[in-house]
Each structure stands twice: as structure tokens, then as C-alpha cells.
Nanobody
Framework: DVQLQASGGGSVQTGGSLRLSCVVS????????IGWFRQGPGKEREGVAC????????YYEDTVKGRFTISVDSAKNTVYLNMYDLEPEDTAVYYC??????????????????????WGQGTLVTVSS
């Protein structure tokens, strides 16, 4: 099994930045794709970004391209989501998730009718105007 611990949320103003962290434990980190999802108030869950630790492939949802960056620190078993130029529409609870299959993770993000194998708890990001 995989355990994920998300942290780093907070409150910022429009245009601000935050870095979310997801610490992965319990299994071989290198075998997994780690992704970030979010759910805003009154909205459905949506995929934000993911990265394959095996080969570095990444996926970004269109509204965050150019503003968010996902990266891996293998020494710390941690995946980061650096968020820049934040907008009120980015306000949400952010969750990290893991799946051994990159394409299944991306499918979960793009189509939404499937779900990654493992989930962490959420961390709240609030962006005020």
C-alpha cells in the first residue's frame, strides 16, 4: 500500500504563490505516478497535474499550464506542486493521489470516471481577490 501526506495549503491574495507537498511512503516510490486533484466550493473534483516518477512524464490541466509546476524530490519521497499567479478560481481543497499506471492517472484527470488507487488527505488553498 501507499500512504500520501499532503501539506502546504494556505491563504494568499490573487497573484500570489504557494507550494504544496505530498510525501509518499509505504511502497516503492519509483513505481508510481503521483497526481494532484482539487475540489472547489460547489464544484466537482478535477485533475490538476501529475508526474510519472518512472520516466518523468507530466500532465497539466489546461487552466494551470504555465502557472503550476509539478516536480519530484526522490531523496525526500516528495512530490511538489508549485503554484504561481494564483487566481480566486484556484481556491479548492487539493488532494494528492498515486497510481502505478500513468495512463490511468491521466484518464482519471481528463475523463473523471475512474479514480487513482491511493489518496491522501486534502490541504486547503484559498485565494482572495
Amino acid at each position: 500500500d501507499v500512504q500520501l501526506q499532503a501539506s502546504g495549503g494556505g491563504s494568499v491574495q490573487t497573484g500570489g504563490s504557494l507550494r504544496l507537498s505530498c510525501v509518499v511512503s509505504g511502497s516503492t516510490f519509483a513505481d508510481y505516478t503521483i497526481g494532484w486533484f482539487r475540489q472547489g466550493p460547489g464544484k466537482e473534483r478535477e485533475g490538476v497535474a501529475c508526474i510519472s516518477h518512472r520516466d518523468g512524464r507530466t500532465y497539466y490541466e489546461d487552466t494551470v499550464k504555465g502557472r503550476f509546476t509539478i516536480s519530484v524530490d526522490s531523496a525526500k519521497n516528495t512530490v511538489y506542486l508549485n503554484m504561481y499567479d494564483l487566481e480566486p478560481e484556484d481556491t479548492a481543497v487539493y488532494y494528492c493521489a498515486a497510481d502505478s499506471r500513468y495512463h490511468h492517472m491521466v484518464h482519471s484527470m481528463v475523463i473523471g470516471n475512474t479514480s487513482p488507487d491511493y489518496w491522501g488527505q486534502g490541504t486547503l488553498v484559498t485565494v482572495s481577490s
